[in-house]
Structure formats: C-alpha cells, structure tokens
C-alpha cells in the first residue's frame, strides 16, 4: 500500500455547488489518494452559491475528512437591493448599455470596499480555526483554490504563521489579468491593493498553479513558481449512459449546435449568432434541419437578442442541468460552442467543459482571441477550430462544412491525443509535483 502524505486543500466551492470551478479539486481529490495523498477539505459551512447540483454528490471520496467553519458574505443583502447582483458571485457584469445606475454602484461597492472579494470576510476566522487545525494535525501541503482569491490570503497568514509549510496557490482564472477586472471601476489605490496582495501571494506560495499554459508563463513573468496543470475531464462521467428521452430526441435527426455552461455578456458570440442567423435565411435545407440549444444559465439579454432574429424558432432552452445531465446533452449534439473573453489578456483562459467537449469526440467551435491556448488545444487534438470576434464569414463556411458532412452522415470524430486531459492523469501529474517538491 503507498504511504500517504496528508494535504489540506481550501476551497470555497464544494459540492452541492454547481458549475465548473467545483469541479478540479473534487476530482483532485477523488484521484490523490492513489497516488500517495490523502485530502483534507476545508470549506465553508454557509456558501452562498451561484449555481447548485446535487449529481456532484457522489465523486465525494468515501471517508473524505470535510472541515467546515460559517462565513459571513454580502451577497443575499446585494441580491434585495438588487437583483442583477447576483451574477457578481459568478463573476458576470451586465456591460455597456445594459449597465442600470444600481449596477453600476454595485459594481464599483464590489471592486472597491471587498478586496479581493465579497468573500474576505471569511478570511480571519478560517486563518485563527486553520492555525489551530495545523498544530493539532500533521499536514504536508496546503492547497489555496481562487476565485475568490480572497482564499489565498488565508493560505499567506499561514505561511507566515507556519514558515516551513508547503503552500500550493491554485488559480483556476487569474486575479488581475482577468477580463471582468477592467470592469470593477476600481481607484488608483484599491487597483493598487488588488496588485499589492496578488504579488505577495505569487512571491511567497511555494508553489503557483495555473490552469493555462500562458497563465502559467505571465504568474512566472510576475514573480511566481508557476506551473500548469489544465483542468480535464473524468473517464467516469464521460461514459455516462444517454438518457432515453435525450436519445429518443437525438433520433429526431436535428442537426444540432449546443452551448452547456453559463453564458455572460462578456463572452458573448455576436458574430456566431449573426452567421447562424444568415444561414437560417437564406439557406432552406439547413433552417429546416437547424437547432441551436443552451443547456445553463444564460444571460437574458443575450437570449431576448438572439429571440429578435430569425433565430427564434430554432432555440430549445433546456434552463440549468445537473452535471450528468449536461454530458448527456454533449453526447447527443453535433458541434459544442465554447466561448472566452475577446481581449487579448484572455487567451490564456481555458474554459474547464473543453475538456468534457473533447471527451464526447465531438467537433467544437470556440470563440475567443487570436492564439489562444484553446487554439493550441484544439489544433493538438484535432477537435475543432478556434474563431476570433472578428470572423462572419469564415464562421459561415464552418458551419456548413459540418453541416454537409452531418447531411450526409459522415461527420464522425477524428480526436487524438486526449488522454493527457483525463482527471486520473492530470491527478497523477500534481503527485508527482507534490512528491518532488515537497
């Protein structure tokens, strides 16, 4: 039997929590003990979570210690004064014209007085229960997850409590280089702060995990001993059975574009929608065998847009899915959209269902700026093409190459070199990181 070493990983986002963040330290978890670690969760006992999904449940490790202190977060009291509020626990913003004064005053509340995050407070009673935890129990590592980056903070009190502990900054998305944070409306000094304790916790975690290669590269260009280990898909929920109704519905021969996730104004495909609107127009054969499907929550004022074009009478709107329920409706469709920030800072972002997309073998459109990592990813494995928010036509010939091939039933998977995205080895990468450094 492999001896294991104890590691105490601090996140926020824990099951019955929904969505993708959850996601890369439970099935860290679910697969460490394998390979010599066992976890410890620490997390909190009152979250006030965006999105919730009681399938993820069951890949809790039987016998998993969970640790849980109460935290006090702003947000229920935002959410009555304001109901847009509540995209800000997801990291969503309405932008633009679509910004109401009391969004902008939330806004500039959220960037300015809760720094890093509305979760702050939740910062010095975790530092004083953690710092009693760590002298009553032995523990070889410490794992810090953000967003919220609020959480790295706890695991720098520690280390200055603890000099000699093994601190490990995970950053599923980056602090300051992420797209919504231009949109904080923040002044010279909280700006200064936000950059202040994001250089602090580069500078003194033994370890910088990024989830990107380029993430990886820009946290070393700032001080930080980064490394990559992208997020990834498990064997397990990829072998998932099709539901019947999903099948039965399949059968119905629609020739299918879905996007599964949430969809938030900054991410938003403008062009797709306008090719895909064209196509239905002036093309009969493919309006006839068209539907364009969301299974998530998507933003209302992208989908009230797209219900203006001729669009409308091609959307099947599924609302939020369990997480089984959500692979299912990958497996069934015939291209997955996938979309990232426009501006060039985020083409280090890998959104994590990617990963679960390329599990399926199914082709995948994403949209994003020019060489993005997920351009690499897709050119690697041969899974799709990566369009900036400038192309129209080139989405066009796209979408009718594919769906040629669909009409004439030979739009079958080419996918290779997936295997390095299975959760079970990315598992096996951070162990063997872990044992090396620590």
């Known amino acids: 039997m492999i001896p294991q070493k104890k590691i105490l990983i601090i996140t926020y986002y824990w099951p019955p929590?929904?969505?993708?963040?959850?996601?890369?330290?439970?099935?860290?978890?679910?697969?460490?003990?394998?390979?010599?670690?066992?976890?410890?969760?620490?997390?909190?006992?009152?979250?006030?979570?965006?999105?919730?999904?009681?399938?993820?449940?069951?890949?809790?490790?039987?016998?998993?210690?969970?640790?849980?202190?109460?935290?006090?977060?702003?947000?229920?009291?935002?959410?009555?004064?304001?109901?847009?509020?509540?995209?800000?626990?997801?990291?969503?913003?309405?932008?633009?014209?679509?910004?109401?004064?009391?969004?902008?005053?939330?806004?500039?509340?959220?960037?300015?007085?809760?720094?890093?995050?509305?979760?702050?407070?939740?910062?010095?009673?975790?530092?004083?229960?953690?710092?009693?935890?760590?002298?009553?129990?032995?523990?070889?590592?410490?794992?810090?997850?953000?967003?919220?980056?609020s959480l790295h903070l706890i695991g720098l009190a520690l280390k200055e409590r603890f000099p000699d502990l093994k601190w490990i900054a995970d950053f599923r998305d980056p602090w300051t280089e992420i797209s919504y944070y231009k949109h904080l409306k923040l002044t010279k000094n909280s700006d200064r702060k936000h950059r202040q304790l994001e250089s602090e916790v580069f500078r003194n975690a033994d370890i910088t995990l990024a989830t990107s290669y380029t993430d990886a590269e820009n946290f070393r260009k700032n001080g930080a001993h980064a490394l990559c280990i992208t997020n990834g898909f498990d064997e397990s929920d990829a072998g998932s059975q099709i539901s019947k109704s999903t099948a039965d519905d399949h059968q119905q021969r629609k020739f299918t574009l879905s996007y599964i996730g949430v969809l938030e104004q900054l991410r938003n495909p403008e062009n797709l929608w306008k090719a895909l609107d064209e196509l239905v127009k002036t093309n009969r054969d493919f309006a006839e065998s068209f539907t364009l499907k969301f299974a998530g929550r998507i933003d209302d004022k992208i989908l009230n847009s797209i219900e203006q074009s001729a669009l409308k009478n091609h959307i099947t709107n599924l609302g939020y899915l369990s997480h089984d329920k959500a692979i299912n409706e990958m497996q069934v469709s015939d291209i997955l959209l996938i979309t990232n920030f426009p501006n060039v800072s985020s083409k280090g972002i890998i959104p994590g269902?990617?990963?679960?997309?390329?599990?399926?073998?199914?082709?995948?459109?994403?949209?994003?700026?020019?060489?993005?990592?997920?351009?690499?990813?897709?050119?690697?494995?041969?899974?799709?093409?990566?369009?900036?928010?400038?192309?129209?036509?080139?989405i066009k010939a796209f979408l009718l190459e594919k769906f040629k091939l669909w009409k004439n039933g030979h739009l079958t998977a080419n996918i290779q070199n997936i295997e390095q995205f299975s959760r079970r080895h990315l598992t096996k990468k951070l162990a063997e990181i872990l044992d090396r450094f620590f």
């Open 17 to 149: 929590a929904g969505g993708p963040g959850v996601q890369r330290w439970l099935k860290f978890a679910k697969y460490l003990p394998e390979n010599g670690w066992t976890p410890v969760i620490y997390t909190p006992e009152n979250p006030s979570y965006p999105l919730l999904d009681e399938s993820l449940l069951k890949d809790i490790p039987d016998g998993l210690e969970i640790i849980k202190t109460k935290i006090w977060e702003p947000y229920q009291l935002a959410e009555k004064l304001n109901k847009s509020n509540k995209k800000f626990k997801a990291g969503q913003f309405d932008v633009g014209n679509n910004q109401s004064w009391k969004s902008r005053l939330s806004i500039w509340v959220r960037g300015n007085f809760f720094i890093p995050d509305a979760r702050v407070f939740w910062v010095k009673p975790s530092v004083k229960f953690l710092e009693q935890y760590l002298k009553e129990n032995k523990i070889d590592a410490v794992v810090t997850s953000g967003p919220p980056h």
């Open 353 to 394: 269902k990617i990963f679960e997309y390329l599990a399926t073998g199914k082709q995948i459109i994403s949209f994003g700026p020019d060489e993005a990592d997920v351009a690499r990813i897709l050119e690697d494995t041969r899974a799709g093409k990566h369009f900036s928010y400038d192309d129209t036509a080139e």
